[in-house]
């Protein structure tokens, strides 16, 4: 690695107009000084691409597209991108000054490793300044990329003290790996991310953790993410991703703990497409009893738990679809 890469970070956007500004100009203000920014409108409606032009540089790249998603957008900054790092960062969130600069220094004699800060959250107009990462279980990173996957998927309920989620702008990323492992999947609408970096961390020799620099993830309570949606399309997206990441994981190792750990996922995934796509959800009970699933049914309010007891987790989810409608 040499010893001032570019680092290129790319940008996602669709009708972020509220929030595109202070996202672009943290990423401006990377204190890390060889970098391009590259801008990406995925046909917006708003004037989220006025916004963006406004910030054309020879720092910052805006290129534009017609509505395909955020993946496809991801992929043609890929397409633009000259640097040896990569930076993902969501249109509304934002990136402490040396977050990038933080992790740079940390890869230095880790070739084909990955960069991974903290990430704090906080709420849509409250200030993110004040926001606490919390302590997560991979401070240590690791050497080990299937080890580390699998932790990250098993949740408390398989292994104690694991689990979680990384949110992507979490990671910097050699180019070289992601090149490696191949671009972002344009046929997944959720959990395209979560599939993408189970392929990227696979293709690392590693994970090298930043105790400096945070990731800001702007958390909305009243907006349904594309990631939270519950459509047709949304779950058969969910199931697909499942299903490519226990591929990806089993090409590499026979730990009989997968099926453990996707059972879980693939449950959840029922619980939830249940009482709306019934089909669906009998699909994805159908997987998770093929991987003898034994954990937790349901867990949700008080009544709502009381109402599994009594009559099993159908009823409830059925009490739970009529009363707020998901």
Request: hydrophobic share 35%.
């Given at each position: 690695?040499?010893?001032?890469?570019?680092?290129?970070?790319?940008?996602?956007?669709?009708?972020a107009?509220?929030?595109?500004?202070?996202?672009?100009?943290?990423?401006?203000?990377?204190?890390?000084?060889?970098?391009?920014?590259?801008?990406?409108?995925?046909?917006?409606?708003?004037?989220?691409?006025?916004?963006?032009?406004?910030?054309?540089?020879?720092i910052?790249?805006?290129?534009?597209?017609?509505?395909?998603?955020?993946?496809?957008?991801?992929?043609?900054g890929?397409?633009?991108?000259?640097?040896?790092?990569?930076?993902?960062?969501?249109?509304?969130?934002?990136?402490?000054?040396?977050?990038?600069?933080?992790?740079?220094?940390?890869?230095?004699?880790?070739?084909?490793?990955?960069?991974?800060?903290?990430?704090?959250?906080?709420?849509?107009?409250?200030n993110?300044?004040?926001?606490?990462?919390?302590?997560?279980?991979?401070?240590?990173?690791?050497?080990?990329?299937?080890?580390?996957?699998?932790?990250?998927?098993?949740?408390?309920?398989?292994?104690?003290g694991y689990?979680?989620?990384?949110?992507?702008?979490?990671?910097?990323?050699?180019?070289k790996?992601?090149d490696?492992?191949?671009?972002?999947?344009e046929?997944?609408?959720?959990?395209?991310?979560?599939?993408?970096?189970?392929?990227?961390?696979?293709?690392?020799?590693?994970?090298?953790?930043?105790?400096?620099?945070?990731?800001?993830?702007?958390?909305?309570?009243?907006?349904?993410?594309?990631?939270?949606?519950?459509?047709?399309?949304?779950?058969?997206?969910?199931?697909?991703?499942?299903?490519?990441k226990v591929?990806?994981?089993?090409?590499r190792t026979?730990?009989?703990?997968?099926?453990?750990?996707?059972?879980?996922?693939?449950?959840w995934?029922?619980?939830?497409?249940?009482?709306?796509?019934?089909n669906?959800?009998?699909?994805?009970?159908?997987?998770?009893?093929?991987?003898?699933?034994?954990?937790?049914h349901?867990?949700?309010?008080?009544?709502?738990?009381?109402?599994?007891?009594?009559?099993?987790?159908r009823?409830?989810?059925?009490?739970?679809?009529?009363?707020?409608?998901?």
């Amino acid at each position: 690695m040499t010893d001032n890469p570019l680092v290129t970070i790319i940008i996602p956007v669709y009708n972020a107009e509220k929030y595109l500004r202070q996202t672009i100009e943290s990423a401006v203000q990377q204190t890390w000084d060889n970098k391009e920014v590259i801008v990406v409108d995925d046909g917006s409606t708003d004037a989220s691409l006025t916004i963006a032009k406004q910030y054309e540089s020879d720092i910052v790249k805006v290129l534009s597209q017609p509505n395909k998603g955020a993946s496809t957008a991801r992929n043609m900054g890929l397409r633009h991108a000259k640097g040896s790092f990569i930076q993902f960062l969501d249109a509304d969130d934002i990136l402490s000054p040396d977050k990038i600069s933080a992790q740079v220094h940390d890869l230095y004699g880790y070739d084909s490793y990955l960069g991974l800060s903290k990430t704090a959250y906080f709420n849509n107009g409250d200030n993110y300044k004040n926001a606490i990462a919390p302590k997560e279980w991979f401070i240590n990173g690791s050497d080990d990329p299937v080890d580390f996957l699998m932790k990250l998927y098993a949740g408390n309920e398989v292994m104690k003290g694991y689990g979680g989620m990384i949110q992507p702008n979490a990671w910097l990323t050699p180019k070289k790996v992601i090149d490696k492992a191949g671009g972002w999947n344009e046929n997944l609408t959720v959990d395209d991310d979560g599939e993408f970096f189970c392929r990227v961390i696979l293709a690392s020799n590693g994970i090298r953790y930043s105790s400096n620099g945070t990731n800001y993830y702007r958390k909305f309570e009243n907006r349904q993410s594309l990631s939270a949606s519950r459509t047709k399309k949304s779950f058969d997206s969910v199931r697909h991703a499942i299903d490519l990441k226990v591929s990806h994981l089993k090409n590499r190792t026979d730990n009989p703990l997968i099926d453990k750990i996707f059972a879980r996922h693939y449950w959840w995934a029922g619980v939830s497409s249940y009482p709306r796509f019934k089909n669906i959800s009998a699909a994805f009970i159908q997987k998770a009893k093929a991987l003898n699933y034994c954990g937790e049914h349901y867990h949700a309010g008080p009544f709502t738990n009381f109402l599994t007891k009594l009559f099993g987790w159908r009823l409830a989810r059925v009490f739970t679809y009529i009363r707020h409608g998901f």
